[in-house]
């Protein structure tokens, strides 16, 4: 079945560190690739997305890139700040109609930011 | 446009117990779909209704029913609840135009089985 994999958490960084959060994933057909971030008791908020291989969602200074090859969709971002502090987790919607709204999610990252 | 909002936020129930929790989806979608999220098991997804038919389905046992009105808001049922039912309950939206569809989320019901 379909399945996504995290890094294991927590990630620690001082602020202005680059960051990386890979995210791997095993589907059949050509997934529709995610990253949501959580807040502190709120629900979860898309920050991108990312269709076909190759193609590069990015948002608020995150990246992530559709590698097809490598099955994988890592976040990235050059400089964190302390208000990026929350928990990312990477998901996929399998291809083919009917399927968007049937969300698959890897275990979720917490990354903590200090000044 | 108002958010997907989940009524209620907060919930103790006891064990054998049964709960019903709602959903009010962003006006215009037809897509309403719930999952389960607990510091062990992470986020799962329970089911996905459309245009008040079941779509999707999780690995849920069949205690977890749900169901979808006219308006697309949709309601969520746990029957004879268990203390491991003790979950944060979060019901997405979406427009259902294809892939990358975005999933707007409710900040949840936090239900507590004692």
């Known amino acids: 079945g379909n399945s996504v994999t995290q890094m294991e958490g927590p990630v620690t960084l001082s602020e202005e560190a680059f960051l990386t959060i890979n995210c791997t994933y095993t589907?059949?057909?050509?997934?529709?690739l995610f990253w949501y971030v959580q807040y502190p008791g709120e629900g979860l908020q898309l920050l991108l997305k990312?269709?076909?291989?190759?193609d590069k969602g990015s948002n608020k200074g995150f990246e992530a890139t559709y590698r097809k090859e490598t099955t994988s969709f890592h976040l990235e971002k050059g400089s964190v700040q302390v208000s990026d502090s929350a928990v990312y987790f990477c998901a996929l919607t399998s291809g083919g109609s009917g399927n968007t709204g049937k969300l698959i999610f890897g275990q979720g990252t917490t990354l903590q930011v200090k000044p | 446009k108002a958010g997907v909002t989940q009524t209620p936020r907060y919930l103790i129930k006891t064990r054998g117990q049964q709960v019903t929790l709602s959903c009010s989806p962003i006006s215009g979608h037809r897509s309403v779909s719930w999952y389960q999220q607990t510091p062990g098991q992470g986020l799962q997804f329970l089911f996905e209704?459309?245009?008040?038919?079941?779509?999707n389905k999780g690995n849920f046992p069949g205690r977890f029913s749900g169901r979808q009105f006219s308006n697309s808001r949709s309601e969520m049922n746990v029957s004879t609840l268990e203390l491991g039912d003790s979950a944060l309950y979060l019901c997405?939206?979406?427009?259902?135009?294809?892939?990358?569809?975005?999933?707007?989320f409710g900040q949840g019901t936090r239900l507590t089985v004692v």
């Open positions: 589907a059949t057909g050509y997934p529709s």
């Open positions: 997405a939206s979406s427009s259902d135009r294809g892939r990358g569809t975005e999933a707007f």
């Open positions: 209704y459309f245009s008040e038919t079941q779509r």
């Open positions: 990312a269709t076909k291989a190759d």
